[in-house]
């Protein structure tokens, strides 16, 4: 079992940085690939990045490439989501999530575990 909860959002100006924090529990922390998801309101679902349990990145979303960067700790048993020059568009409640396996989709990647997610609200 892994629990997730998701910090650090807030409102902020377009063109700022922000860092979202998701801190985990669980002793098999280290063991999951990681990923962090967003949705904005009357938009589905996206999958910004994964990164395995070693914390090699697996896939990173063309949308966010070059802006958002996600790490992992596995001593601190806390995946980050560093976010740089904000825009409007990125406006909307992000989420972790966990998972023992890649499947190399994006779309079709359905995590075991969620955190209940952080709004960020970027404004123009």
């Known amino acids: 079992q892994v629990q997730l909860v998701e910090s650090g959002g807030g409102l902020v100006q377009a063109g700022d940085s922000l860092r979202l924090s998701c801190a985990a529990s669980?002793?098999?922390?280290?063991?999951?690939?990681m990923g962090w998801f967003r949705q904005a309101p009357g938009k589905g679902r996206e999958l910004l990045g994964v990164v395995a349990w070693s914390g090699l990145s697996l896939y990173s979303a063309d949308s966010v490439k070059g802006r958002f960067t996600i790490s992992k700790d596995n001593a601190k048993t806390t995946l980050y989501l560093q976010m740089n020059s904000l825009k409007p568009e990125d406006t909307a409640n992000y989420y972790c999530?966990?998972?023992?396996?890649?499947?190399?989709?994006?779309?079709?990647?359905?995590?075991?575990?969620w955190g209940q997610g952080t709004q960020v609200t970027v404004s123009s």
């Open positions: 669980g002793r098999t922390f280290s063991r999951y690939h």
């Open positions: 999530a966990a998972h023992a396996v890649w499947n190399g989709d994006p779309k079709r990647w359905e995590p075991a575990y």
